[in-house]
């Protein structure tokens, strides 16, 4: 490594993505430096269930999120209530993932703490908690980032500080906004026979509402609104969840956890490498929640770039030519966008027929109507298949094909 630098990787943020990051690079012997300004585990609004795609890129990284408290989802169970008050009863179809495929329910900083774990257990790897307040330029590039206790150079700089990213801005890559959703979330404890085989979304117009298992008895309640709905929920989340269509489920659930607040902007990055700076995680923009794929999808970015950065570094370390790491970037640019072509546009349209209750009912009445082709897409989205696998003539024993109306 050239003695001028601090690490051949420096990563500013140690979210999900980051330390993901970190770990994919320091068992490859690449030395990383990992910038944050609060010590891990960080609690945020998060959905908390990794989908497919999420534990295939937790195993690359040779790390096994079964081994953590939490508990396995087979799919997912869609509710839409009936547009007007006093009309029949909700609409629910339930979908499931290809068979032997699953999902998993995990606390967010219980997979925080542990991925810093595993990242510091490497030997090239060291976490240094510090605030980043600007970046040092030359050339057009980035080479450093400004902290409030020290200046931190290397060949390879990313920026992995979440949908609030400053370095976006400080590189010029200032994000397309489309929109906004606030969110609340708690944890439950609730009985063991009360509690959900897997996740439950419900589309109610104003608002969205996930459940998730996160362990035997312990349910996380997630809700994504506008300002009208959030509003409307944050004056007594324990009270308005008891109030809506699963009030049944909270009526002996006790919380567990603080009632946390959340603004996620919804944006795309103008660009996913930004004067040299990799954009990893929602930090290069992302897609709508109501997909329910933000840590799967900060996880598949995280790999991405430590390939990109890995097949750049090589076993020369920083003695690389610059053409390398040209090379590096625009490899990242293109998976970064190959991931937001597949998931951005069908999240768009989701969101469009959920925005209101006739939609949300059309949704799951269609699902009900096509449950080979629903199943289908739900593959494609939480596993990430090919979108020709939709029009399939046969499942090949992928696809549950029976229809699953829940009552």
């Known amino acids: ?39 891990a585990p960080r609690d945020k609004v998060c959905g908390e269930g990794i989908m497919p795609l999420g534990l295939r890129c937790l195993d690359a990284l040779g790390f096994d999120a079964r081994a953590l ?34 999902g998993r329910g995990v606390r967010r900083t219980r997979l925080v703490s542990a991925l810093e774990r595993a990242a510091l257990a490497c030997p090239a790897v060291r976490g240094e908690t510090d605030d980043v307040r600007g970046v040092e330029r ?13 200046r931190y150079r290397a060949a390879v700089l990313v920026a992995a500080d979440g ?17 906004e959703r606030l969110a609340l979330r708690r944890h439950y404890r609730l009985p063991r026979q009360a509690m959900p085989p897997r996740v439950q979304v419900g589309l109610f117009g104003d608002y969205d509402l996930y459940l998730t298992p ?14 009208a709905g959030f509003l409307a929920a944050r004056r007594d989340y324990d009270a308005f969840l008891r109030s809506g269509p699963h009030g049944a489920l909270f009526a002996a659930a006790e919380p567990v ?30 897609i709508d929640p109501c997909l329910g794929m933000g840590m799967s999808l900060a996880l598949h970015t995280a790999v991405a770039a430590g390939e990109a950065i890995a097949a750049a570094l090589g076993d020369s370390g920083a003695q690389r030519g610059a053409g390398t790491l040209r090379d590096a970037e625009r490899a990242f640019v293109r998976a970064r966008g190959r991931l937001y072509l597949h998931y951005h546009y069908f999240g768009r349209v989701f969101r469009a027929l959920a925005a209101s209750p006739r939609g949300a009912r059309a949704l799951v009445w269609t699902m009900g109507r096509l449950p080979r082709v629903a199943d289908r897409v739900l593959a494609i989205v ?15 024993g992928r696809f549950i094909p029976e229809q699953r109306v829940l009552r």
């Open 1 to 39: 490594m050239n003695p001028g630098l601090d690490a051949e990787v420096v990563i500013a943020g140690a979210g999900v993505s980051g330390l993901a990051l970190a770990l994919y690079l320091g068992r490859r012997g690449h030395s990383v430096c990992l910038v944050d300004k609060t010590p």
């Open 69 to 102: 408290p939490g508990v396995d989802f087979d799919g997912i169970d869609y509710l839409a209530a009936h547009p007007s008050p006093g009309g029949p009863g909700p609409l629910r179809h339930a979908l499931r993932f290809p068979p032997g495929v699953l």
């Open 138 to 150: 030359h050339g057009g590039r980035v080479v450093a980032l400004l902290g409030r206790r020290a």
């Open 163 to 179: 949908v609030h990213s400053r370095l976006v801005r400080w590189c010029e890559a200032g994000p397309w906004r489309y929109g």
């Open 214 to 227: 996160v362990g035997p008895d312990e349910l996380l309640a997630t809700t994504l609104a506008g300002r």
């Open 257 to 286: 956890s603080e009632c946390l607040q959340w603004y996620h902007p919804l944006f795309h990055a103008r660009r996913y490498v930004a004067g040299g700076v990799f954009l990893v995680g929602d930090a290069g923009g992302g």
């Open 382 to 396: 939480a596993d990430q298949r090919p979108w020709r696998s939709i029009g399939a003539r046969r499942a090949a």
